[in-house]
């Protein structure tokens, strides 16, 4: 690859973690007219689209916003092109050795309405057999069709995770397995390559925030069964990084991870050199709270003291162009095997709310006095 630096550059058209799906179709169209078709519709009748870039013959397949509440991806691809622009370059060079077909947004009414799930309920990442969903068969088509070498599968994870104990899991990776026993295939081991080219590239940005994530065998998800049909496929989640919730720092990561990645695959040419490296790393812990509120005593006519654990619940609100955060308690009691991002001792403080007790499941509906 080229010496040149990846100086990575946002696009400046999409400030915010939330993107409206017509926003975005109204930029396909003005700015990568030459690249993008239309691959079909979801079930509310938006368009899919489609795009693709370069000419060379490592032909990869990648898609974003499969569950529609995870956007990273999709500033992933319109970040590594802003900043190509800049980079002439690295985009030759890049170009030049593989052909990238990038399915955009592909559950647009899930990204509308910022749900996992599509219109009817389905979760597309679950959909392989039942092909249930209007949108899940558009992707299953083209990957059995198209002939490709590998396959990105773009997602984002909850802030649950670290890599540590400590540390927030920024990345997380995972070769799919492709049965029960997640036995090490040749067409894993391309996968596992990539995947610890990728977290090489990355160590000098984040050495202690990227995971492995878990290789339980799904036999109704998508990248364990395009593993299974023989074609390498690297999942990438973004997840939390410190004081991020708008995800801005994990959005930069994130793109510079997917860049190393389609730079891992041209220098690695199929084969699968360093492979063993994978599982050096650390898997991901589902050990944190966005907040946890210590040693509060509740006001009751008798001694209890509680931890109590709150998690955002992240939505978007009619006629805002940016999701809101929701604080919802998830646990009362003992979470002394738990830590929160943000811990607040509650010791000699009062406990003030309407009701006795913090409700779970719902709304935090007390303060800390």
């Excluded at 010496?3 to 999409?14: Q, V």
């Excluded at 030759?92 to 559950?107: R, V």
């Excluded at 599982?279 to 008798?302: A, C, G, M, Q, W």
């Excluded at 992240?314 to 830590?339: A, H, N, S």
């Amino acid at each position: 690859m080229a010496t040149e630096t990846f100086n990575y550059i946002p696009n400046p058209n999409f400030p915010n973690r939330y993107i409206l799906p017509k926003r975005l179709e109204n930029y396909l169209q003005a700015n990568l007219s030459d690249y993008i078709s239309e691959l079909g519709f979801s079930t509310n009748g938006q368009k899919i689209y489609k795009a693709t870039f370069g000419y060379g013959t490592i032909k990869i397949l990648a898609w974003s916003q499969m569950h529609g509440n995870e956007s990273n991806a999709t500033h992933a691809m319109l970040d590594l092109l802003t900043t190509l622009q800049d980079s002439k370059s690295l985009a030759d060079e890049l170009w030049s050795k593989i052909s990238l077909d990038f399915i955009f947004m592909l559950n647009p009414d899930g990204s509308l309405a910022w749900t996992r799930r599509n219109a009817h309920n389905i979760d597309l990442n679950r959909d392989y057999n039942m092909m249930s969903s209007k949108e899940f068969p558009l992707l299953k088509k083209i990957a059995m069709e198209g002939n490709y070498h590998y396959a990105l599968n773009l997602h984002e994870q909850r802030t649950l995770f670290s890599t540590d104990g400590i540390h927030p899991a920024t990345l997380s990776f995972l070769a799919p397995a492709e049965d029960v026993d997640r036995t090490v295939t040749e067409t894993r081991k391309k996968a596992m390559a990539v995947i610890t080219a990728i977290v090489d590239g990355m160590k000098e940005f984040i050495p202690n925030q990227i995971a492995r994530y878990n290789d339980e065998f799904y036999p109704n998800s998508t990248g364990d069964n395009f593993t299974k049909m023989g074609l390498p496929t690297i999942l990438y989640e973004g997840g939390h990084f410190q004081n991020d919730y708008l995800r801005k720092e994990t959005r930069k990561y994130y793109t510079i991870a997917f860049y190393e990645g389609l730079k891992a695959i041209i220098k690695l040419n199929g084969t699968s050199d360093g492979w063993e490296k994978y599982f050096e790393l650390p898997e991901n812990k589902e050990d944190h709270f966005d907040i946890i509120y210590r040693n509060v005593s509740l006001d009751t006519d008798f001694s209890s003291v509680v931890d109590i654990a709150v998690q955002y619940k992240e939505q978007i609100l009619e006629g805002y162009d940016e999701i809101t955060f929701l604080p919802m308690v998830v646990e009362v009691g003992d979470c002394g095997k738990k830590k929160g991002w943000k811990e607040i001792d509650c010791k000699g403080k009062k406990f003030v709310s309407k009701d006795k007790f913090p409700k779970i499941d719902e709304i935090q509906n007390f303060e800390i006095l």
